[in-house]
């Protein structure tokens, strides 16, 4: 079946301005994650969806950032006022909350967005 | 102290070397365990996971988690060139958030 997508893949934009980001999650999963990796820093928590429940917005970096997912599926990260420390890659991850512990902790990963602010 | 320490490297071994990676951790009330192997340009992926302490076999690739120590490790035997990649160690306590590691580079040289 299909994975989870992102889009766009790349996205190159000036200091200042503002970005969106699309994620696509694997159909069925009710709980969706985006993650933000520097080279070397490894993967940084941004926000947490799951189901109807409030957001998890805790690794949110600034006030600049912000995501909503509607309808359950499709989630958009917005970045605001885009500064040269937001370049990095952008990664989307979903999940299938059940009731079993592996299938709980098993994230399913999208390709990323790999965005440069110049 | 961060959360979790992993070694960036990058480590390189010859082909059917047995490849050890390791994860530290400061927090006791972490349970579940992982690692996630992640292809350049790709996004990480599921390799191993294991509630607790002890060890998990899977084909090449075992799993182990010593919590008296806080110390995770995963071997790869026989290592193939497509092994090489960056592996990822994460832990939860329970809840959904995750944490990962820093990721360390692997190279298996033919």
């Known amino acids: 079946g299909a994975g989870v997508s992102q889009s766009p893949s790349n996205k190159v934009t000036e200091k200042g301005k503002d970005v969106e980001l699309r994620c696509d999650p694997i159909?069925?999963?009710?709980?969706l994650y985006w993650y933000r990796q520097s080279l070397g820093q490894g993967l940084e928590f941004l926000i947490y969806?799951?189901?109807?429940?409030?957001?998890?917005k805790s690794g949110l970096p600034s006030d600049r950032f912000s995501a909503e997912r509607t309808g359950g599926s499709v989630s958009t990260l917005t970045i605001q006022r885009t500064q040269q420390e937001d370049s990095a890659v952008y990664l989307c991850?979903?999940?299938?909350?059940?009731?079993?512990?592996?299938?709980?902790?098993?994230?399913?990963f999208g390709p990323g967005t790999r965005l440069t602010v110049t | 102290q961060k959360e979790v320490e992993q070694d960036p490297g990058p480590l390189s071994v010859p082909e059917g070397a047995i490849v050890s990676l390791n994860c530290t951790y400061s927090?006791?009330?972490?349970?579940?365990f992982m690692w996630y192997r992640q292809y350049s340009r790709k996004g990480p992926e599921l390799l191993m996971y294991t509630y607790s302490s002890g060890n998990k076999e899977d084909g090449r690739f075992t799993a182990q988690v010593d919590k008296s120590s806080k110390y995770i490790s995963l071997f790869i035997r026989d290592s193939q060139p497509s092994d090489s990649a960056t592996y990822l160690c994460?832990?939860?306590?329970?809840?959904?958030?995750?944490?990962f590691g820093k990721g360390t580079r692997l190279h298996i040289l033919p």
């Open positions: 159909s069925g999963h009710t709980a």
């Open positions: 991850a979903s999940s299938l909350l059940g009731s079993g512990r592996a299938i709980r902790y098993e994230q399913y």
């Open positions: 927090n006791s009330a972490f349970q579940y």
């Open positions: 969806f799951q189901g109807n429940s409030a957001p998890d």
């Open positions: 994460a832990m939860s306590v329970g809840d959904d958030k995750i944490i």
